[in-house]
């Protein structure tokens, strides 16, 4: 079992944002996308201050500058600049359809460490990775589910699409670059904390610049439910997932953490159904017993 602790890792990862992608979905159709981000992050990076005083986890304030650069680039690649192209595709095309286009990370991530990493799998793992993929693709694409999105504005849908693709590139940048900075034993905790404070001086020095402090604040506490939303889509997302996400790639390929962390698209049918009353054809079953046979390749292989 300790020898699969990086992929146990990257599939609660893929629980966790499929709570996350539900409550940012609805906290963001309240509040923006813009807003949801900067306070999140702020929220985020408590929690994780909290997690290293109560674990006894020094503070990553010596943790050396190629550390820092390394993690703090990929907290502004992909927490910062990617996560706001996918919280805006979930206002535009919600959570299913967005998670769709996430699931393109994989392959990504893949290239992008065979390039920069120099990783190496196995023909089994890539198989593996492609069905996990394809499986995806094709719970997302039915189109018995897809032709019930008929609130998406049609001028909003391919906006919509191409934040998603923006999305999946930002978060498998940030993966491999986060690579670079967590060589070692280094606590995923701290790596966490690193990208998080990079990404929110990024976002909030961009706030201050454009004045829009005060309006970003008062549109939080101006709706409790929306800010019980981004308390819980802190947690679920950039706090307990992000960091798991990022013990994930320490401890096995970019690439296969990437194809794991990208089941929430499956993991969301049967909220979709229970919780959304959303109805799926036969294509979406299939699709994600195929999905799980691919990860069952990259557990095996």
Request: net charge positive.
């Amino acid at each position: 079992m300790s020898a699969y602790l990086g992929e146990l890792a990257a599939l609660a990862t893929s629980v966790l944002f499929s709570a996350s992608s539900t409550v940012n979905t609805l906290a963001g159709r309240k509040v923006g996308a813009s807003v949801l981000n900067r306070t999140r992050l702020v929220l985020a990076i408590a929690w994780l201050i909290l997690a290293h005083a109560l674990l006894r986890i020094p503070l990553p304030l010596l943790a050396g500058p190629e550390r820092w650069f390394w993690l703090s680039v990929s907290g502004i690649v992909g927490l910062a600049i990617g996560d706001a192209f996918l919280f805006q595709a979930f206002i535009w095309i919600g959570p299913r359809l967005s998670m769709l286009l996430m699931s393109l990370a994989p392959a990504i991530s893949a290239i992008l460490a065979w390039i920069l990493l120099g990783e190496v799998l196995s023909p089994g793992q890539w198989a593996g990775m492609a069905l996990t993929t394809f499986g995806i693709v094709w719970v997302i694409s039915d189109r018995k589910g897809n032709s019930r999105q008929n609130h998406i504005a049609k001028e909003h849908y391919m906006s919509g699409i191409l934040f998603g693709l923006g999305a999946a590139v930002g978060q498998a940048l940030g993966l491999v670059l986060a690579k670079r900075g967590m060589f070692g034993d280094f606590s995923a905790i701290s790596g966490t904390l690193i990208r998080m404070l990079a990404a929110a001086l990024i976002l909030w020095g961009i706030t201050i610049f454009r004045r829009q402090t005060s309006q970003t604040i008062h549109q939080v506490v101006d709706d409790p439910r929306a800010a019980w939303l981004i308390v819980l889509g802190s947690i679920f997302g950039p706090f307990l997932g992000v960091t798991l996400s990022l013990y994930a790639v320490q401890n096995t390929a970019v690439g296969v953490a990437s194809t794991l962390t990208a089941l929430p698209p499956i993991i969301l049918l049967p909220v979709g159904y229970f919780f959304f009353k959303e109805r799926f054809g036969w294509h979406s079953v299939l699709g994600t017993v195929l999905a799980m046979i691919g990860v069952f390749l990259l557990f095996r292989m």
